[in-house]
Nanobody, 119 residues
Framework: QVQLVESGGGLVQPGGSLRLSCVASGGVFGAYAGWYRQAPGKQREVVATISFGDITNYADSVRGRFTISRDNSKNAVYLQMNSLKPEDTAVYYC??????????????WGQGTQVTVSS
């Protein structure tokens, strides 16, 4: 069964840090993985992506504060979030291309992890 499981969310004060993890099972990360977020009443938006060759891209709102990385040996993707702001509050989702049994590729979403930035 293909799964992406996120963890690491929680409540943090403004200026604090969190590290989100996304671990795949039932498949191996392909060329693309990304973190997205959705705040209440807003559309889901891309936060950061990492592509083949570890090419990274960031939303303007998080550039310089967030870092996306991957560890192929652990079949995991991470999002290090520093200098968090209240406007970073959202449910964070992992999305990735996975190579599954049989060699085909699928795009998969995790279930999301809540990040709340508040004093």
């Amino acid at each position: 069964q293909v799964q992406l499981v996120e963890s690491g969310g929680g409540l943090v004060q403004p200026g604090g840090s969190l590290r989100l993890s996304c671990v795949a099972s039932g498949g191996v990360f392909g060329a693309y993985a990304g973190w997205y977020r959705q705040a209440p009443g807003k559309q889901r938006e891309v936060v950061a992506t990492i592509s083949f060759g570890d090419i990274t891209n960031y939303a303007d709102s998080v550039r310089g504060r967030f870092t996306i990385s991957r560890d192929n040996s652990k079949n995991a993707v991470y999002l290090q979030m520093n200098s968090l702001k209240p406007e970073d509050t959202a449910v964070y989702y992992c999305n990735a291309q996975l190579r599954v049994t049989g060699g085909s590729f699928v795009s998969w979403w995790g279930q999301g992890t809540q990040v709340t930035v508040s004093s």
